[in-house]
């Protein structure tokens, strides 16, 4: 076994520099959910070209992707990301200093997510063509994971009803693949709509859209103290009129609510629709409202992660150079010392006191965290209810750094990433390879699926479409100006 794991790993030291420059590539796209054209481009071409069948524009998602090579089972799936986040671009440089200012930045790391996917999963076909290994590896090219959720609409539409695993690998500050579950989140839109007029010649002729906007706001933050401790409430002011002497007669906030799980959500979306309806009556505006159902939290499998965590071991954690050690030092002193402390605490870091002066954390963990709730969410939830599923994280960012930041999009782009990227890959290749030879650990995995599950299902639409439109136009809006 491990000489076939030997033969994927040469591939991706072979082809270190290609893979480095197709991240760093994603990386200067940075292009948003839904609008990853060239991004998706990119990663389709390359699977084509080293054999893979590849199917574009799935689930009515033109830069979905669905590649695959092999046959029989079992079905392997590998998962990547390539969505960017609007006003997080950034040179890579350790301080804060935009490349296009107002413009978009891999501040979760996704340039390394489907790049780790692309490779792993090449490098794996390698490992089985050499080998004469039976099965099927499959490339999901997934996107909007950051706004709009591109693997439920996936998952909604049967596409991965058939696969037998799915890993996935996301850039973090430590080597773990963790057993926590994540938030269930229900995005929302509130449209406010009322009567322009004279804000100071005939302001008792208009009707104030943005004060509806506001009014909810302060409720549903009023609202804070009387929701359990773990949901999660935020949003923004998209649209809030234009000058002030004008009265805005449209305005438009968008929020995320989570909870640990759905029925923990429900309660929380009635209230703040309550907050809406009410600040509509108190401004005498009209009311629009867009809330998502919500999708699943995530199922943890610890088979899956005792794999995974073998095989980082057995590839063995980055060694940094002075050049990624100096980077990471400046970019620590960005942020307090006690952000990194509070991190590590709050997420209950085995030793956490070892590192509190550690940068890039080479510790790879044993996951500790089973039973746990982690506070953000993701769309790899919804697949982990059809499949075991899991997701581990590789040090890409700073120890303590925040997430979705400019320090994460500065690190995405340099050695630091690179580390990142074809350690993650190395592993995903070596635990693909384990579950196409061991049929019993897919097997198990899928038992301890069913037993987390707790006889739930999930509940597929395959009508659940994706808002193209209102990306290309949030695209346009976050695209800054160079």
Not at 183 to 210: C, D, Q, T
Request: aromatic share 8%.
């Amino acid at each position: 076994m491990l000489l076939m794991k030997e033969t994927a790993w040469k591939w991706i030291d072979d082809n270190h520099d290609k893979l480095t420059t197709i991240s760093d590539t994603i990386w200067g796209y940075a292009e948003y959910g839904l609008c990853e054209d060239k991004s998706s481009k990119l990663i389709a071409d390359t699977l084509k070209m080293h054999g893979f069948k590849v199917q574009q524009g799935v689930a009515k998602m033109p830069t979905a992707i669905i590649a695959e090579k092999g046959e029989g089972r079992p079905i392997i799936a590998v998962m990547g990301e390539y969505d960017a986040l609007p006003n997080l671009s950034n040179k890579p440089e350790p301080h804060k200093e935009p490349l296009i200012e107002g413009g978009m930045g891999h501040g979760c790391g996704h340039n390394i997510h489907g790049t780790t996917a692309l490779a792993a999963a090449i490098a794996a076909s390698k490992a089985m063509d050499k080998h004469d290994v039976k099965g099927t590896i499959r490339f999901y090219g997934t996107p909007a994971e950051e706004n709009f959720s591109g693997k439920r609409i996936m998952v909604n539409h049967g596409l991965f009803d058939d696969v037998d695993a799915a890993l996935s690998h996301h850039p973090g500050s430590l080597n773990v693949a963790t057993l926590a579950s994540s938030n269930v989140i229900s995005g929302a839109y509130f449209h406010f709509h009322g009567r322009s007029s004279h804000a100071a010649g005939n302001p008792e002729a208009g009707r104030s859209a943005l004060d509806a906007v506001e009014l909810m706001n302060v409720g549903v933050n009023y609202l804070r103290e009387h929701i359990i401790p773990d949901a999660r409430i935020h949003y923004v002011i998209e649209v809030g009129g234009g000058q002030p002497n004008v009265v805005p007669d449209y305005a438009r906030s968008h929020y995320y609510i989570r909870a640990p799980e759905q029925e923990l959500l429900e309660p929380i979306k009635k209230r703040v629709m309550k907050i809406a309806e009410g600040a509509a009556m108190m401004t005498e505006t009209r009311l629009e409202a867009e809330m998502s159902p919500g999708g699943y939290h995530k199922i943890p499998n610890k088979v899956l992660s005792t794999i995974v965590t073998v095989n980082m071991r057995q590839v063995g954690s980055p060694e940094y150079s002075s050049g990624d050690i100096e980077f990471a030092a400046k970019i620590a002193e960005s942020f307090p010392n006690e952000d990194r402390v509070n991190s590590m605490r709050k997420n209950k870091v085995p030793d956490w006191e070892k590192y509190v002066d550690t940068d890039l954390v080479t510790t790879i963990f044993d996951a500790w965290n089973d039973g746990t709730t982690s506070p953000g969410s993701t769309d790899v939830a919804d697949v982990s209810w059809i499949t075991p599923t899991m997701e581990f994280n590789t040090c890409c960012n700073v120890n303590g750094a925040p997430g979705h930041s400019w320090q994460f999009t500065a690190c995405s782009g340099t050695g630091i990433g690179h580390k990142s990227l074809i350690f993650a890959a190395k592993t995903m290749a070596g635990s693909v390879l384990d579950l196409l030879q061991n049929p019993e650990h897919v097997k198990q995995a899928r038992e301890e699926q069913l037993t987390r599950m707790r006889g739930k299902k999930y509940k597929q639409d395959p009508t659940v479409e994706p808002p193209l439109e209102k990306a290309r136009e949030l695209a346009e809006t976050y695209s800054g100006k160079k």
